[in-house]
């Protein structure tokens, strides 16, 4: 654990998450505002929270409301909700459906990385564009890109934005499926102008990263146009796209599924059962990131053509 002072208000709670499958660590963010703190996402279970718990105690502000804020739906951002029964847990409108519905199957197949006990809790209060709290000068704002329920918290008194996982370091990792609305998402980021962009797994960065990430999104975007990957030399950022690719494919399919199946559709079922058309045990699911990179678009494409056959 190494935690680490931002601007005036801000501190950065940096986790080593170990064999995580998502490789690195993890950071979630305190803002001390003058009546309130903003902790932007809980890691991954109850236990992760007591560091955080233990800063607030140590540092005389537990007579400071706390507000949780998380900036998207992703399992390791929001675990840890369940460490807070009677604070207000704030998440863009999308955040809160998409994690009512496909929190309990990630809980499920990953339930091996959660730290301390996990009881899933969902945000208690939504926003659509904007949430301001005006005088602590903080605003929550709606960013769609890394997922279309992502949101960013900007500090505008410490000039600091935490963007959670929405610029990273190479790459950008792409888990919607607009790409022209993740380059406006950071485009935005970079009009804040802020002195600290602080992200939930590159911890702080500066604006020539963010600018790296626009690069590369449009390369993606410029490679689906022309149906032309020969512009991507290097091996690692060809298989990002295959991964980018595949995502996008598969939350189009996974749209025309619910539709078909309307209020019969379930998330574990539809996983379980799509997955399982390749070959691939639910309990192997743990590797789904890997299954979505190394997969073919057209075998992909194919075995959900052949799911919604069974329901038409």
Not at 92 to 120: F, P, W
Not at 127 to 147: Q, R, S, V
Not at 158 to 170: N, Q, R
Not at 174 to 194: F, M, P, Q, R
Request: charged fraction near 30%; include cysteine.
């Amino acid at each position: 654990m190494n935690i680490v002072r931002v601007g005036k208000r801000g501190v950065l709670f940096n986790y080593e998450d170990g064999d995580c499958p998502i490789g690195g660590g993890t950071s979630v963010y305190l803002i001390n505002t003058n009546n309130k703190l903003f902790l932007c996402d809980t890691h991954m279970g109850y236990k992760s929270m007591d560091v955080v718990k233990e800063y607030i105690k140590e540092n005389n502000l537990s007579n400071k409301e706390l507000i949780i804020f998380n900036s998207h739906s992703d399992w390791d951002h929001i675990w840890g909700n369940c460490a807070f029964e009677k604070e207000t847990i704030i998440g863009h409108e999308k955040c809160r459906k998409i994690m009512q519905e496909s929190a309990g199957y990630t809980l499920d197949i990953l339930s091996k990385y959660k730290n301390g006990a996990v009881e899933l809790r969902y945000p208690n209060v939504t926003f659509d564009n904007k949430l301001i709290f005006k005088d602590e000068g903080i605003e929550l704002i709606y960013a769609p890109g890394h997922t279309e329920c992502s949101a960013i918290c900007y500090d505008k008194i410490d000039s600091a934005v935490f963007v959670g996982d929405l610029v990273e370091d190479p790459y950008p990792i792409l888990n919607y499926g607009d790409w022209d609305v993740y380059v406006k998402t950071l485009e935005y980021i970079k009009s804040l102008d802020a002195n600290f962009i602080v992200t939930a797994h590159s911890e702080i960065v500066n604006e020539s990263l963010v600018d790296e990430n626009i690069k590369c999104i449009r390369k993606f975007i410029r490679c689906y146009g022309l149906n032309d990957t020969t512009m991507l030399s290097d091996k690692e950022i060809l298989s990002s796209y295959n991964r980018s690719l595949n995502v996008k494919l598969i939350l189009e399919y996974e749209e025309v599924i619910k539709k078909v199946l309307g209020d019969k559709f379930d998330y574990i079922s539809y996983k379980r059962g799509f997955w399982s058309s390749l070959d691939v045990n639910y309990e192997d699911l743990k590797k789904e990131y890997m299954y979505k990179q190394d997969i073919k678009k057209e075998d992909l494409k194919q075995a959900f053509e052949n799911y919604i056959k069974k329901f038409t």
